[in-house]
């Protein structure tokens, strides 16, 4: 996208924010579990502060990426043009993009354990072996496809998701306190942590949405749609989660069992939908961390692409609930920082902007 749409729906705004933040842990619902749903009924709080702070740093980010001209994040995050400084950030956004790829292939293998019965490792070699082969040969047909896909899994997820809420047998929650991550004490530092790591993600994609005033109407509208519909969906889960989360929060894949004690259809389709998007952003994270490549030395490329996916696929064996548990917060307080440092660099080209727009 450029400045030079005029027109662009808000609602195609919409789903690529969406895109950007439904991942493998928010499908499978161990980000709402680790995050929201066990600190109780005070998990739902979360959902609000989520909500504000989306749409917050979401114009701060449009904001900045116009004042500074800039789609990089190295650029809209960094108070000072600071050679060291913006490569630390940069070094940090490499770090969360690694993060998400393991733990996406760690997801992968835990669907293929829990409903193929496969031994570990196996689904998540499948999985990396698939993504490797995607980045060395190109995946712009995913690209292609995925925005035509996303709608379709979102409005699966959410029958699902309803049906589970409103079918199965509630059983009273015993204690939900025993999933909590103990890197997320209570239920607003759990909330902001999970947002920090997520927004993250979504920053590229803020970047690249068009910055002049014409279009800018559309641009927040889709915007409070996409963090809205992320939040609501998010709240869903929880609620999805709380009919039986003392059941379900011992499974890698929450979600997937909760479906499946729907029906046994629904827990087939559920993990085919968590099999494509796990395969999708696997592709798109392995490409964000290898894009930057020159890619004239095909061989280089190659072999850098292979490294980088077996060390993912390697650490991915760890198990993807202990990820989320232990490596997602981690990740999290390092986007904290990022966050801060943006909001510093916010406040000062913004009063630099209006004192020259007074003094013009």
Not at 57 to 76: A, D, P, Y
Not at 93 to 100: E, N
Not at 140 to 162: E, F, H, N, Q, S
Not at 238 to 267: H, N
Request: hydrophobic residues 55%; proline residues 4%.
């Amino acid at each position: 996208m450029n400045d030079d749409v005029r027109n662009i729906p808000a609602f195609s705004i919409a789903f690529i924010i969406i895109g950007a933040l439904f991942g493998a842990a928010f499908a499978s619902g161990q980000e709402m579990l680790k995050f929201f749903c066990a600190y109780g009924s005070m998990g739902m709080l979360g959902f609000i502060v989520c909500f504000i702070l989306y749409i917050s740093f979401g114009v701060m980010v449009c904001e900045l990426g116009r004042i500074r001209n800039s789609n990089k994040m190295e650029e809209i995050a960094a108070p000072s043009d600071s050679p060291a400084l913006k490569k630390i950030i940069s070094v940090v956004m490499l770090f969360c993009l690694l993060v998400i790829l393991i733990a996406l292939l760690a997801a992968g293998d835990a669907l293929f354990m829990s409903q193929l019965n496969m031994p570990k490792g196996v689904g998540g070699l499948i999985i990396t072996a698939f993504v490797i082969i995607t980045n060395i040969l190109g995946f712009d047909g995913i690209r292609k496809i995925m925005p035509v896909v996303i709608p379709v899994m979102l409005v699966i997820m959410l029958a699902i998701t309803l049906g589970i809420i409103i079918f199965t047998e509630h059983v009273e929650p015993v204690d939900p306190g025993k999933f909590m991550s103990p890197l997320a004490p209570n239920w607003l530092l759990g909330a902001l942590l999970y947002l920090a790591y997520n927004f993250i993600a979504a920053i590229p994609v803020l970047c690249t949405l068009p910055k002049n005033e014409k279009a800018k109407k559309q641009v927040y509208k889709g915007m409070f749609i996409g963090f809205f519909a992320t939040c609501v969906f998010g709240f869903l889960i929880y609620c999805a989660l709380m009919t039986d989360i003392d059941a379900a929060g011992t499974y890698e894949l929450p979600m997937a069992y909760l479906s499946g004690k729907l029906s046994p259809v629904t827990g087939v389709i559920y993990s085919l939908i968590m099999v494509i998007a796990i395969y999708s952003a696997s592709s798109n994270c392995l490409y964000g961390l290898t894009k930057e490549l020159n890619k004239e030395n095909k061989n280089k490329r190659m072999a850098v692409i292979v490294f980088i996916g077996a060390a993912a696929y390697l650490v991915s064996l760890v198990g993807f609930s202990q990820l989320v548990t232990y490596v997602y917060p981690v990740q999290g307080y390092a986007c904290i920082m990022l966050m801060v440092l943006m909001l510093i660099t916010f406040i000062k080209y913004k009063r630099k902007e209006l004192k020259d727009q007074s003094n013009s």
